[in-house]
């Protein structure tokens, strides 16, 4: 079966700091991930997946994460941390299961001070 | 934009009530997903669906059952409401496309508080 793991349960970053929230994950073949970011009393938004096409995916809000298969990670990171960030961000990996379903991380709490 | 609502944001009820929770989607998608959110435990799967009429158990089903008579329509439903169902219940649907990476789309949530 496959899981992922976030490392971090809480992280806090300063505005305009740089961002990492960390996600390894275990699968027995190649895995589709996903981050999603849910901000307070809101649902899931995709922030970016991995489809394989290339290893740095882009996503929004400035947002990138690697796939490096080698660590079986997949790191979102920014650059520089907006106050608009704090939110919660989720790791999923995609499983085959009668359909395709979803297998979340535990999620990390980002928190960003002024 | 894809769009999935939930029929409430916050219910209150009482042990023993009899509850549903509403899910419409508007993109036409054939799966449906039930999931609830618990701090520290991420996002489980309840129930999904890939048709109409059509469902499948999830990672966490005991206590719940789900209905789903039309295609943009999945409802979860607690027969008998318990004080450790208290949780966060979000809906999410996608395409039915044979694929690992079909994204799935997201209500705003129902926060239920069962006393």
């Known amino acids: 079966a496959q899981s992922v793991t976030q490392l971090d349960s809480h992280v806090s970053v300063s505005e305009g700091t740089p961002v990492l929230l960390r996600c390894n994950y275990s699968s027995s073949y190649s895995p589709s991930l996903f981050w999603y970011v849910q901000h307070p009393n809101k649902g899931l938004q995709l922030l970016l997946k991995y489809t394989s096409a290339a290893t740095l995916v882009k996503g929004i809000n400035g947002f990138e994460a690697e796939f490096k298969k080698s660590e079986t990670s997949f790191h979102l990171t920014k650059p520089s941390a907006h106050m608009s960030d704090a939110a919660e961000y989720f790791c999923?990996?995609?499983?085959?299961?009668?359909?395709?379903?979803?297998?979340f991380g535990t999620g990390t709490r980002l928190k960003v001070l002024a | 934009d894809v769009k999935v609502t939930q029929s409430s944001r916050y219910l209150v009820k009482r042990t023993g009530e009899k509850v549903f929770l509403e899910c419409v989607q508007d993109?036409?998608?054939?799966?449906m997903f039930w999931y609830r959110q618990d701090p520290g435990l991420g996002l489980r799967l309840i129930y999904f669906s890939y048709d109409v009429k059509m469902k499948e158990k999830g990672d966490i089903p005991e206590g719940y059952s789900v209905s789903r008579e039309k295609k943009e329509r999945f409802s979860l439903i607690l027969e008998s409401a318990s004080t450790n169902q208290t949780s966060m219940y979000l809906c999410?649907?996608?395409?039915?496309?044979?694929?690992?990476?079909?994204?799935?789309?997201f209500g705003p949530g129902t926060r239920l508080l069962v006393l």
């Open positions: 999923v990996v995609s499983e085959l299961w009668g359909t395709y379903k979803y297998i």
């Open positions: 993109m036409d998608h054939e799966n």
């Open positions: 999410a649907s996608s395409f039915l496309i044979p694929s690992p990476q079909e994204t799935q789309y």
